[in-house]
């Protein structure tokens, strides 16, 4: 049941209130993958220049991800730079360098054509496309995707929808998107264009999982300490897709499950830079977190007696 | 197992992009009776001026909330008027016009006295450890209040805070009393300084309620309508308290229900203008609200096999 995810390898420089990163790991590949590897073996691909520190993805290689299917291009890789105000809450983007990632053009080994389960990480919907035409006949697709799509490649973004399983956005994309405030008239909309489910992400308070069959909501996992937001929704996506891929199982009572294990990688990204958090990270600890998630929204109905 | 409640009693004026009203019932005291009394019955203290309808308390009465404790005063009632946006993610202030409210000084009826649930809605701290003063041996208070006493009496709300058993303030109410930023270090700031519980609400999102034997999550109730997102708070506190009056129940199992009970109050506010839709509101539409928080928030976690 393999697991195949399409997206950026890049090099992000962050500051925080917290200390700063200078070309450290990152990008929606790298951050899917480190995720998902906990859960099941990934496939990416990607591209990166000739400058990328090659050596330092072998924390990846040792993970399980194959990252046969990333390209090596002439050129300097994909560079991101940002900075975050004092309570996470806001991130001013310092500087955005494409590189080779401007002229990237997935090329899907024949290996991974068979691949199960597919994750769309956010890059032009015309690219995500091409990457459905390479691929056999996967169980389960996935997306994300961001304003400067919604906006300027609309109409190829919707063609993709048609196309995919599951989106996964933040609040304000699916706003955008919908063009409706609400969100769950906004998810409704969205369920009418294509996707069977969507994922409403919500930063530091949860997630929202709606279908035809129902609605699910999933708290952030509770942290003291945040360091880094930056890879908590790529992270969110590869425990999503991840355990979806571990357990074959694509049907709405598994992806609430798949939602808590999301929402459990997520927690994880933000309390280290970079993708630092999961190299150390056990599996034991992924079951102990998400196993945390019962007892946070847990209580107890008893039979209602009316005294009043 | 009585339970009363302190706080305003107003005449709302309230613009959505949904329409307005002019007058209308408001003012914590009445969000909460409002909504407790679908639980259990209340009695309320508060202040009005000669002008108030009061023909209009009768929807009150009718639901068993006791108003004999409700002052009349010469001069003009609270009234308060204000505007959201079109999202109603913001809104603004157009007008207080404190009136009687400005002079009040409670004075709690001898036969309240003997209240075993307690609410201090938002009015100056000085005000609520009065009303602590008048009351015999409640066994639980919980507390609102706002920046504007965080900010401006600091030490007597420090006190009050010694006296109480939860805390009911939203997210940047908790970030501005404890003077950091994350909420959960928020809470655990506050339960060093009091109360056995801190209730964070984050509008839209959820609340979370945070004690020393752990956390606890409620969503909010996802609404595909909202009106008018007045009072939500006030009826959140008001089902809360119903339910622990109810039950008599004070443990921290107990309050994880409440939590519910409060949430699904806060949804029933917000989907009318003013008190509205508890008008309308019968014990099995509550039942079966409070219910679906369940099908909500459920996951089953079956026994992880690692196939990684």
């Known amino acids: ?22 070309d450290a790991l990152g990008g929606s590949a790298v951050f899917f993958s480190m995720a998902a590897s906990l859960l099941h073996p990934v496939q990416v691909v990607g591209v990166v220049g000739n400058d990328y520190p090659m050596d330092r993805l072998e924390r990846m290689t040792k993970r399980g991800i194959d ?10 890789s994909f560079r991101w730079k940002g900075k975050y105000s004092y309570d ?7 500087e955005t360098r494409l590189g080779v990632f401007a002229e990237f053009k997935p090329q899907i080994p024949k290996e991974f054509r068979g691949a199960r ?3 769309l990480g956010n ?12 691929v056999d006949d996967p169980a389960l697709v996935a997306c994300d995707t961001m304003n400067y799509w919604i906006e300027g490649k609309r109409d190829v973004l919707m063609e993709l ?6 989106l996964l956005v933040n609040d304000a994309e699916a706003r955008q998107l919908s063009g409706d405030w609400n969100i769950y008239r906004a998810a409704r909309w969205i369920l009418t264009h294509g996707p069977r489910f969507v994922v409403v992400k919500q930063g530091e ?11 699910f909501y999933v708290p952030a996992y509770p942290l003291e300490q945040v360091f880094d937001p930056t890879g908590a929704g790529d992270s969110f996506a590869g425990g999503f897709l991840g355990h979806v891929a571990r357990s074959g199982d694509t049907s709405g009572e598994n992806l609430r499950r798949a939602m808590v294990y999301g929402s459990a990688m997520g927690s994880f990204a933000v309390e280290a830079f970079s993708v630092d958090r999961f190299d150390e990270l056990t599996p034991d600890e ?9 007892e946070l929204v847990r209580f107890d109905m008893p039979p209602v007696t009316e005294s009043a």
């Open 205 to 215: 308070y949860g997630a929202v999982l709606v279908g035809a069959d129902g609605i």
């Open 123 to 134: 890059i032009d919907p015309e690219l995500q496309i091409s990457v459905l035409d390479q």
């Open 161 to 166: 929808l048609r196309r995919v399983d599951v």
């Open 117 to 119: 389960h597919v994750f």
């Open 88 to 94: 996470l809450q806001n991130r001013e983007t310092l």
């Open 1 to 22: 049941m393999s697991l195949l995810v399409v997206g950026s390898v890049a090099l992000d420089s962050v500051q925080t209130p917290f200390g700063s990163t200078a």
């Open 286 to 294: 992924v079951t102990e977190r998400v196993r945390a998630f019962s």
């Open 67 to 76: 990252l046969t299917g990333v390209e090596h291009a002439q050129g300097e």
